[in-house]
């Protein structure tokens, strides 16, 4: 499998990736973000959120073991998927404001820009933050989730 990074030269060439990525339709609806437009930060992003997936996994598994021993080794693993879930948020604005810069590059090579153009490349850069912050959103709920049950279970005596 081969990616190809290709960054549009003219803001013509821009209006019209953005255009058949579906990011703006003819009616000027579509969808909020595509995983495709996200570039090449969609993938970190998701492996941020295959890492939560894993970790929260591990910890219940834990949790739920009848060793004492394991239901405390759970908390670091805990911990880690906050972690997880963070770095996804960070990635996602990283990948927004490197969007920006590559939109401010094209528009100033043209010249010139039409306000849908310049709307749709934002569209465009800000979808990495809202998909590095949802990951954060569930990991930070997971978090919290995981972290009451340990603490019953470290008092209860489990």
Not at 12 to 37: K, N, R, Y
Not at 102 to 123: D, M, N, Y
Not at 125 to 133: M, P
């Amino acid at each position: 499998m081969t990616f190809v990074l290709v960054i549009p030269t003219t803001l013509q060439e821009l209006g019209a990736t953005i255009q058949a990525g579906g990011v703006v339709g003819a009616d000027g609806s579509g969808p909020m973000f595509s995983f495709s437009q996200m570039g090449v930060m969609a993938w970190p992003i998701t492996f941020c959120a295959l890492m939560v997936a894993v970790l929260v996994g591990r910890a219940v598994l834990r949790m739920r073991s009848a060793e004492h021993e394991q239901a405390v080794l759970a908390r670091t693993t805990i911990d880690g998927s906050l972690f997880w879930g963070a770095y996804a948020a960070v990635l996602g604005i990283l990948g927004t404001v490197v969007g920006v810069i590559v939109a401010a590059q094209s528009i100033e090579h043209a010249g010139r820009a039409e306000a849908p153009l310049v709307w749709g490349g934002l569209k465009v850069a800000l979808s990495t933050t809202v998909y590095g912050l949802l990951i954060f959103l569930v990991a930070a709920l997971l978090w919290l989730g995981l972290r009451h049950w340990h603490r019953k279970a470290a008092l209860g005596g489990v």
